[in-house]
C-alpha cells in the first residue's frame, strides 16, 4: 500500500507543475478531480450516444476471428471523421491508430474486435443480423469503448504528452489475433498497455483486477485413436478404440488430481469424444478433444507433455494407435495472463480516483484464459474486468450465453478508464512540459 500512496501524491504532484492541467481548464491539483472529468466527458452525449450507436451497429453484424473487415471498416471510417492515422492491415484485420505527438513515450490501449459462432437468443431491435454468430462476450462494448476514448483524446491531443496507441485486435476467441499483432512488428518501444473486459459478476461503476497472475494459460489437443473395427458381438476379431478412449480419458483425470501440486491450481478437461455411429458395430477410430489450463508456464508445459504421454501410453496399452495434436496453428496456445506488480499499484490510484477506492476489487484468478497475455509476455501488460450489473435490472447472463445481454451504461466507465490510465501513465513517464507538442510523426 506504501507504493500506492507514493504513486496518488506523485502523480497530483506532476499535474500541479503542469502549466495547463491535463484535459482540463481548472487549475485544481486535487487528484479527484483529474480523472472524474474524463468520466463526465465520456459520459457527454456526443460521445455517450456515440458509442451506443457504434457498438449496436457492430452488435447486428458479428464477425468472428480474422473475418472482422466491415467491424474493422467502421473503425477506421470513424478514425477517418477523428482525424486520427492508424496503421491497417495489422493481422489480417486489426487496425492500430496513434493519438499524440508521434513520439515517446508509448502507451497502448487494446480492444478486441471478434464475435462467436453463437446464435443470439436475445429478443430486442440490435440483435444480430448474422444466424450462427453473436457478440455474446461484449467485444462489440470493447471496441465502441476505445473509440469512445480515442475520440476523448483527439480532442485533447495537444495535451498527450508522447502517445496512446489504439489497437484494434481480431480473433481473440482462441484464434491468438494478440500473436499475431506481436508478430506484424507494429508495436515497439511500448511503456505498458493496458486492457479490459466488461463482464456481469460486478456492479456498474466497479473494476477488478489482481496482481500477478489473474488468467490461466490455455491449450487445446485432439487426438484420435485408432484400433480395427468389426462386429460388435465378436469383439475378439476387433481392436475397440471406445474403450481405449475411455480409459485414455479416465487416466487424464488423474494428472490433475495424481501428479499437480494441489496449491498450483491446473485443468484438464475432455469435452469431445465422437466415434461410432451405430450399436452393433465397433468403429476403427475415435476422436477426443479437450483442454488444458494452468497458472505457470512450466505446469502448462509439463500438463501438455503429460497429457501426450497418457494418451499415446494407455492406447497402447488397449492395443491402439493414438496420434495427439495440439492445434497449434488453428488454436494456439495462450500464455497465463501475469499482471504487472507497479502497474498494479498505478491502476488502483488511477481507478480509485475515478471510481472511488471502494469500487476497485481485488480478485481471485481465473481458469479462464486471454491472449492480452501475449502483450503481457513483451511489454508491461495490466488487464482489469469492468463491471455492469445493475441491481434495478434484469439478471445478465455469462459470457458466452445466448443470452448475453450488455448494459450499455457501463461504456463511459470504460471509455474513461482507457483515456486516464493511458493519458496519466504518459505524464508520469514524461513530466517535463517542454516536451509536449513536438511535430507529429509515426516513430513507431
Ligand atoms: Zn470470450
Ligand atoms: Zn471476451
Known amino acids: 500500500m506504501g507504493f500506492f500512496f507514493k504513486w496518488v501524491n506523485l502523480f497530483v504532484f506532476f499535474h500541479f507543475l503542469a502549466a495547463t492541467p491535463i484535459f482540463s481548464d481548472s487549475s485544481s491539483s486535487s487528484n479527484a478531480f483529474v480523472t472524474t472529468k474524463f468520466l463526465d466527458l465520456a459520459k457527454d452525449p456526443l460521445v455517450f450516444d456515440w458509442m451506443i450507436g457504434i457498438r449496436r451497429k457492430i452488435h447486428e453484424n458479428p464477425e468472428l476471428g480474422y473475418e472482422e473487415f466491415e467491424t474493422s471498416k467502421l473503425i477506421r471510417t470513424e478514425l477517418d471523421k477523428l482525424g486520427i492515422s ?9 487496425v492500430v491508430g496513434f493519438i499524440g505527438t508521434g513520439l515517446p ?3 497502448a490501449l487494446r480492444a478486441d474486435m471478434d464475435a462467436l459462432p453463437l446464435q443470439e437468443m436475445v429478443e430486442w431491435e440490435h440483435k444480430s443480423k448474422v444466424p450462427g454468430k453473436m457478440h455474446a462476450c461484449g467485444h ?43 508478430d506484424a512488428g507494429v508495436l515497439e518501444n511500448i511503456s505498458a498497455i493496458f486492457g479490459l473486459h466488461i463482464v456481469p459478476t460486478y ?8 496482481s500477478g497472475p489473474i488468467f490461466a494459460g490455455s491449450g487445446f489437443f485432439e487426438a484420435t485413436i485408432n484400433g480395427r473395427g468389426g462386429h460388435a458381438a465378436i469383439p475378439q476379431h476387433s481392436i475397440d478404440p471406445i474403450l481405449a478412449a475411455s480409459n485414455v480419458i479416465v487416466s487424464l ?16 478437461t475432455v469435452g469431445k469424444f465422437q466415434g461410432g455411429g451405430a450399436f452393433n458395430v465397433i468403429p476403427d477410430s475415435v476422436t477426443i478433444g479437450g483442454t488444458f489450463r494452468a497458472f505457470s508456464k512450466e505446469s502448462f508445459m509439463q500438463l501438455r507433455q503429460r497429457i501426450e504421454q497418457v494418451i499415446t501410453g494407455q492406447a497402447a496399452v488397449q492395443r491402439c494407435n493414438a496420434t495427439v495434436n495440439f492445434l497449434d496453428d488453428e488454436k494456439p496456445f495462450s500464455p497465463p495472463t501475469v499482471n504487472n506488480g507497479d502497474l498494479h499499484g498505478y491502476f488502483e490510484s488511477v481507478a480509485g480516483s475515478l471510481l472511488g477506492v471502494n469500487n476497485v476489487k481485488e480478485m ?13 509476455e513483451v511489454f508491461p501488460g495490466y ?14 447472463e455469462s459470457p458466452h450465453s445466448p443470452y448475453f445481454k450488455i448494459n450499455e451504461d457501463a461504456l463511459p466507465y470504460g471509455a474513461a478508464l482507457h483515456v486516464s490510465l493511458a493519458s496519466s501513465y504518459l505524464l508520469k513517464l514524461n513530466p517535463d512540459i517542454s516536451v509536449v507538442g513536438g511535430k507529429h510523426h509515426d516513430e513507431l
Open 203 to 210: 456492479p456498474i461503476g466497479e473494476v477488478a483486477s489482481r
Open 105 to 107: 513515450p508509448f502507451v
Open 383 to 396: 488487464f482489469f474486468l469492468l463491471g455492469m450489473d445493475n441491481a434495478s435490472n434484469e439478471h445478465l
Open 253 to 268: 483425470q488423474h494428472i490433475v488430481s495424481r501428479e499437480v501440486d494441489p496449491l498450483d491450481s491446473q485443468v484438464v
Open 140 to 182: 462489440d462494448a470493447h471496441v465502441a469503448m476505445l473509440l469512445g476514448a480515442a475520440k476523448i483524446l483527439k480532442r485533447h491531443e495537444n495535451e498527450i504528452r508522447g502517445t496512446v496507441v489504439l489497437v484494434f485486435q481480431p480473433a481473440e476467441e482462441g484464434g491468438g489475433g494478440a500473436k499475431k499483432i506481436l
Open 364 to 376: 481471485q484468478p481465473l481458469m479462464g484464459s486471454e491472449d492480452f497475455a501475449f502483450y503481457q
Open 86 to 94: 492508424y496503421k491497417y492491415p495489422v493481422a489480417v484485420t486489426g
